[in-house]
């Protein structure tokens, strides 16, 4: 088992209480792929990314899919007007 932040430490204000009501235990291997698909995505941003990305005809490079997980850490998006 593996402590996960839900919202990633490094999203957090400076002297902000990181682990309050935001820790989750998992699975080592499940939480290296986590980062490894979605980087510092929240939950909630880690399905809109799945959404956008997921729709038929669209087709993915490693650079595009980085700039848009980086629009959602930047704050650019929720689920949609991303036109990748």
Partial sequence: MN???????????EGEDV?????VHIDIDFHRNWHK???ILT???????I???????RKWNKR?????RNTFIH???TTGGWDG
């Fill in 3 to 13: 402590k996960h932040h839900i919202k990633p430490r490094a999203r957090f204000w």
């Fill in 75 to 77: 704050g650019g998006t």
């Fill in 51 to 57: 959404r956008i990305v997921m729709q038929p005809g």
């Fill in 43 to 49: 939950p909630e941003e880690a399905i809109a990314f």
């Fill in 37 to 39: 698909l979605f980087g």
């Fill in 19 to 23: 682990n309050t009501n935001n820790i």
């Fill in 64 to 68: 595009k899919l980085q700039q848009l």
